[in-house]
Nanobody, 126 residues
Framework: QVQLVESGGGLVQTGDSLRLSCASS????????MAWFRQAPGKEREIVAA????????YYAESAKGRFTISRDNDKNMVYLQMNSLKVEDTAVYYC???????????????????WGQGTQVTVSS
């Protein structure tokens, strides 16, 4: 089990950039697939991006492709989400999550993620 704490959310305008950070504490961070999910009011939680223990193996939701970049630093137990060209529809609470079983073909499978952060609000205004 890992403890996750997100930071970096805020209020920005359309087209701006934002970098979210997730700090993890607990054993064997490098063994976890790490992901960012988001949940907008009245909508289900959805995956944004994921990166497994091999940092080059990443997954992006269609809405994130070309605009967002997920990365991790196993030495610092950190995972990041760089968000560029933000849109109003990106407004949501963003959650960091960890999984020992999510991998190719199952990154978006929410029940595979056992550890979650408290979330950080991202609001994009027009």
């Amino acid at each position: 089990q890992v403890q996750l704490v997100e930071s970096g959310g805020g209020l920005v305008q359309t087209g701006d950039s934002l970098r979210l950070s997730c700090a993890s504490s607990g054993p064997s961070f490098s063994a976890y697939t790490m992901a960012w999910f988001r949940q907008a009011p009245g909508k289900e939680r959805e995956i944004v991006a994921a990166v497994n223990w091999v940092p080059r193996n990443t997954y992006y939701a269609e809405s994130a492709k070309g605009r967002f970049t997920i990365s991790r630093d196993n030495d610092k137990n950190m995972v990041y989400l760089q968000m560029n060209s933000l849109k109003v529809e990106d407004t949501a609470v963003y959650y960091c999550a960890a999984s020992l079983t999510a991998s190719d073909g199952s990154y978006a499978d929410t029940p595979r993620y056992n550890d979650w952060g408290q979330g950080t609000q991202v609001t994009v205004s027009s």
